[in-house]
């Protein structure tokens, strides 16, 4: 099997294992590690994407990514919205099980799609993993700066997570990335201070 790896596959691995360290430290009671390493994780995403663009990709590469992102994005945003909760363990049952459960729900309802091709630029249908993930973020660094509660911060990434089953259509293009670039290191700067 390994054999049939490509580099963009070795990319996604790689950040199916950081993805999976990043949850064992929220799960260790270390928030604060956990966002940095998610931030590697969403790097080597990126960086499989980028590879398979430039041909070091393999027909595995695009069903190992999307079957990543479960735990990249959704397992760690679910963790996120439990701890913010910090209330009846049904309740932040509940919350995770909705962003995982609309996660999985969106993985498979556009998992072929990826970014969808036109005549017109490439778009997504509805919100991705990455973007619930990267709200997520924001949102906790937000309470970890005590800038938003605690409830209001779980209630907003849990009344955000519908719209990846959603139909619409984002875009994708150059502004769009910069502003993930610019999201990704305020996100950073939170976490370090």
Sequence with gaps: MFQRLALADYATLAGLGVGWLAVNLFLLGQPDAATLTLLVAFLCDKADGWLARRGFGSALGHHLDALADVVIYLVPTGII???????PPVLESLAGTAVVGCGVMRLARYAGDSATLTDGPPYYRGLTAFHIAAWALVVRVGVALQVVPALLGALAIVGVTPLMIASFRIYVTRPQFVGAVVV??????????
């Design 81 to 87: 919205v439990s701890t913010l909760l910090a209330g």
């Design 184 to 193: 990704g290191s305020l996100i950073t700067a939170g976490t370090l201070v």
